[in-house]
């Protein structure tokens, strides 16, 4: 998976496995990271991969904001990564995702946005209100006409956009930073069909908005070139 990202020209990767407050303490987590991360970096060792770097996508949950989450948060980057569940938009998610944030003096990361429904304008508009928040799009959703008309709304407001793959194996959740390309860059005859609603969003200005983006968060860590989420 590492060598797909390097061809795909990743030069980093936030490795960011999913942390579920209600069935393991902040400390097991970390630890079990440690050891995943030490096994993959002695594996990877004198092969030319991306670097790896530790984080963690944070599952939303009442009372989140009590918890010491010292560490989970993006590599050396202040920010911390937070995911929906599978339910609908809910009243505290806003309140849990703030006093975090605050708690550990990070901003908030949403991640992939596309892969909710009922992520509409009203709920991205609450999310809005966030300190320096960040909407993280997956590659594949791209495609899909109504994350496009989400991006649409957050480009006219200015919002802090960056991509990921949100990649799992090499299989049915591959690495897909090409759909990216070929969205911004135009589709190949084989890749035409999945663009169709091209006109709903402008593809320059995504792009120019998510470079922006993703070098306004290298600068919030270290100063760094060409880095893509």
Request: aromatic letters at 10%; a negative charge; one cysteine or more.
């Amino acid at each position: 998976m590492l060598a797909l990202l390097r061809a795909q020209g990743i030069g980093a990767v936030y490795a960011t496995p999913h942390f579920y407050a209600d069935t393991v303490a902040p400390e097991g987590f970390l630890a079990a990271r440690e050891r995943a991360y030490g096994e993959l970096t002695a594996a990877a060792a004198g092969r030319p991969l991306p670097e790896i770097r530790p984080g963690a996508e944070i599952l939303l949950a009442k009372g989140l904001s009590s918890l010491d989450l010292t560490g989970l948060s993006m590599g050396d980057l202040p920010y911390m990564l937070f995911e929906f569940g599978g339910c609908e938009f809910r009243p505290w998610f806003c309140s849990e995702i703030d006093k975090t944030a605050s708690k550990h003096a990070v901003f908030p990361i949403i991640a992939h946005i596309d892969r909710f429904p009922w992520l509409g304008v009203r709920e991205l508009s609450e999310l809005m209100r966030l300190d320096r928040v960040v909407f993280q799009v997956n590659c594949e959703g791209l495609s899909d006409r109504f994350t496009q008309k989400k991006l649409a709304f957050l480009l006219e407001k200015g919002q802090k956009i960056v991509l990921g793959s949100d990649a799992h194996n090499v299989s049915d959740r591959a690495p897909d930073f090409h759909l990216a390309s070929a969205f911004f860059e135009g589709p190949s005859p084989v890749e035409h069909k999945l663009f169709s609603h091209r006109p709903l969003l402008d593809p320059a200005a995504l792009k120019e908005a998510v470079l922006r983006s993703s070098g306004h968060l290298a600068e919030s860590g270290r100063e760094e070139s060409g880095l893509l989420f």
